[in-house]
């Protein structure tokens, strides 16, 4: 951590920047952008609701925060002492009454198996799906300090594999959390996208099997190789589709239009990065942009939020709308904590 991710509270911002986008997004979930815009007037002065409630995007992200501390707090961050706590809050989370947020299928059906403590968590993850649930919670591993390169990258995979098994969603998620960390870390916005790209070309054949151990045997791919290849292949044809987005699409017109509606991984990436990326200097905008519009607005918000907040800070978002935030006080603990 540079000095200067220190003094603006990187990683407060992100987490409270993440909760504030899915709260904003939650209500316009499942809504094209006229009836978003019939319900909430014009985008660019869209409020946060004044119960600010968030949905699983944010519960799982806590979940995913709290299994962290716990493994780092019993040492050396490595898959075993990860994994444990980890499908633990997950677990925790699939059997909560407060559960009741419009959670996803692949997270509902894999936490489901992993209660079973018996079973191996590869035999729990979901390995077709490469759905958003994977990376819209992905943000901790990006801020937590003291790891390695190895351990960032095998971290949030892993945390995607125990729900999401698809290479596609393991590949978004360590690239989400990759571009957290540089923009908490001061990158400049007009480079990450070239930055994200030069990541995804050396990873590309990179499986980590310390991390992931056999999973990639439960596909069709003839080798770990070609399994890990296809989710960054893809991640790298939607960073190709973001690039030409950034300098070509309309703040006006709705983002998913140029890179997709979000449902799955690399979508959400692309879309949350773009929605940063047209307004890099206007946090708020950012957010309001990415709260209307016609795909998974909630999870689509929660990630433009954590780029934005990693970026500028805590002091990115409105005091009288981080103040109201569901779940405040875990997210401002566990942002202190990695601060």
Partial sequence: MTATTVRKRAATGTLIGLALGDALGFPTEFNDVPSILAKCGPWREM?????????????????????????????????LRLERPLREEFVDWYQSPENNRAPGRTCLTACNLLK????????????????????????????????????????????????????????????????????????????????????????????????????WT??????????????????????????????????????????GEGWIAEEALATGLLCFLLFVDEPVTALRRAACTSGDSDSIACLTGAFAGAYHGVDAWPVEWADRIEYQSELATLGALWD
């Fill in 218 to 259: 439960r596909s069709q791919d003839p080798s770990a190789e070609h399994f890990i290849a296809r989710g960054w292949d893809e991640c790298l044809e939607i960073l190709d589709r973001l690039r030409d987005a950034v300098r070509t699409v309309s703040p006006e017109t709705d983002p998913c239009l140029a890179t």
């Fill in 116 to 215: 079973d403590e018996r079973r191996l968590w590869q035999d729990a993850s979901q390995i077709g799906s490469k759905g958003c649930g994977a990376n819209m919670r992905v943000a901790p591993i990006g801020l937590a300090p003291g790891l390695s390169d190895e351990q960032r990258s095998g971290a949030a995979q892993l945390q995607s594999a125990l729900t999401h098994g698809h290479p596609t969603a393991l590949a978004a998620s360590d690239l989400t959390a990759h571009a957290v960390r540089l923009l908490a870390q001061g990158a400049e916005p007009t480079g990450l996208v070239g930055l994200l790209r030069s990541y995804a070309i050396e990873n590309r054949t990179r499986y980590h099997e310390r991390w992931l151990g056999d999973l």
């Fill in 47 to 79: 409020q946060l609701p004044e119960r600010a409630l968030v949905s699983d995007d944010t519960q799982m992200t806590l979940a995913l925060g709290r299994g962290l501390r716990t493994a780092m707090d019993r040492g050396l961050l490595g898959p």
